[in-house]
């Protein structure tokens, strides 16, 4: 469980195929005490489980790795040695909630279609795929490449807009999207289970339930 407040911004050191898998390894400034094999770290909105890390310099790497499946349900599969990650570790019980419920599940993977100012913010307008658009409602929450985020606006045509403030632009990767841009999208939990409620999420034999590996 986590709740969509990046702590950190890693940097993929290292990716490679291995028996089917991708392994990358991530550079990051938190302390190699506080990592343990087999823990949950959210990547930009999905969760990988920790299979190997060490010290760093002032901070620590550790390893993740991901299944074929996760790489194509998700921006996973276009990083590369280099690309900046948003990170937060798993919340542990008696933390403050500051964000929402975030579970590392990808819904889908949106389009950023606009990043324009305002003032010292920015809105962006997304673009998320025709399935899960309905999920996406003004004042609503959704994790955005693993931020919680308020949902500023959401258009007819089933794009939505964010606002971001300066504070956040500066310390996630959100301050490097561009139009064009894919973003990894996980619904608000509350959104999912109040259209199942009503009956306009019913299950079919086929439905996908997200990308999650961890």
Known sequence: MFTGLVTDVGTIRKAEDR?????FEVECAYPADSIEMGASIMHAGVCLTVVDFGEAGNGSWFAVEAVPETLSLTVLGEWQEGSQV????????GQELGGHFVFG??????????VEPEGQ????TIRP???IAKYFAKKGSAAINGVSLTV???LANGDFQVAIIPHTWEVTTLRELQPGS???????MLARYVARMIGVDAPTPHDPQGAKDG
């Open 182 to 188: 894919r973003v990894n999208l996980e619904i608000d």
């Open 129 to 131: 795929p025709a399935e």
């Open 86 to 93: 948003n990170l937060e570790q798993s919340l542990k019980l």
């Open 121 to 124: 913010s920015f809105r962006i």
């Open 19 to 23: 028996n089917g898998l991708r392994r």
């Open 105 to 114: 599940h990808v819904d889908g993977v949106g389009e950023v279609i606009s």
């Open 152 to 154: 500023a606006d959401a």
